[in-house]
């Protein structure tokens, strides 16, 4: 299990330069926002407005902090998203824009190439000892409320909000958490060529 603590993830302007995003974790590491596999982000959005587009690419979008937004993504029903929602997935390169629902937000942002990889992302509220097991090819658990300690393979990391966990799959941990904790569970697969 790999630390990825939160003082580590970088900084970047949005590719459509409308606002700022931390990256936690990109692959092929160091790749560019037209280069990468996968990529999992977080970005404050203080306006409405547009998506950056992402041609041939598949994201999910998850909200972290505030009153959500209503995305209109083309040729879909308008989709309020908050904090209770479920995790939303769609087209990064179909034309998207957001309407804040009431100020400003952080949302949880995970993007991988279509026809080579696929993601699935949960939302997890732990409290005490759980287990968190996961048959991906890489997994990421990412903290975002609250301290935990995850514990396999005879590996101890501790995780503060923020903080994250790569580890290639499959991922059988268990879960100390002396509170609630919200951690967001990311997998990553390949694609099965036929």
């Given at each position: 299990?790999?630390?990825?603590?939160?003082?580590?993830?970088?900084?970047?302007?949005?590719?459509?330069g409308?606002?700022?995003?931390?990256?936690?974790?990109?692959?092929?590491?160091?790749?560019?926002?037209?280069?990468?596999?996968w990529?999992?982000?977080?970005?404050t959005v203080?306006?409405?407005?547009?998506?950056?587009a992402?041609p041939g690419?598949?994201?999910?979008?998850?909200?972290?902090?505030?009153?959500?937004?209503?995305?209109l993504?083309?040729?879909?029903?308008?989709a309020?998203?908050?904090q209770?929602?479920?995790p939303?997935?769609?087209?990064?390169?179909?034309?998207?824009?957001?309407?804040?629902?009431?100020?400003t937000?952080v949302d949880l942002n995970?993007?991988t190439?279509r026809g080579r990889?696929?993601h699935?992302?949960?939302?997890?509220?732990?409290q005490?000892?759980?287990s968190?097991?996961?048959?991906?090819?890489?997994?990421l658990?990412f903290?975002?409320?609250?301290t935990?300690e995850?514990?396999?393979?005879?590996?101890t990391r501790?995780l503060?909000?923020g903080?994250?966990v790569i580890?290639s799959?499959?991922l059988a941990?268990?879960?100390?958490?002396p509170?609630?904790?919200?951690?967001?569970?990311?997998?990553?697969?390949t694609?099965?060529?036929l």
């Open positions: 299990m790999k630390l990825l603590p939160a003082s580590g993830h970088k900084r970047m302007p949005w590719k459509n409308g606002g700022e995003t931390i990256e936690i974790a990109v692959f092929p590491e160091g790749a560019s926002l037209s280069e990468f596999d990529r999992v982000s977080m970005a203080a306006s409405d407005g547009p998506f950056s992402f690419i598949d994201r999910t979008l998850s909200i972290l902090e505030g009153n959500g937004m209503t995305l993504i083309e040729g879909r029903e308008p309020p998203l908050t209770a929602a479920a939303l997935a769609f087209p990064a390169d179909v034309a998207t824009s957001a309407n804040l629902i009431d100020g937000i995970v993007m190439r990889l696929t699935h992302v949960r939302r997890l509220d732990v005490g000892e759980n968190v097991e996961s048959e991906a090819a890489t997994i658990v903290c975002h409320r609250g935990v995850l514990e396999s393979d005879g590996q501790a503060s909000a903080d994250a580890v799959g499959p941990a268990r879960s100390k958490a509170a609630r904790c919200e951690l967001f569970l990311i997998e990553i697969d694609v099965k060529q």
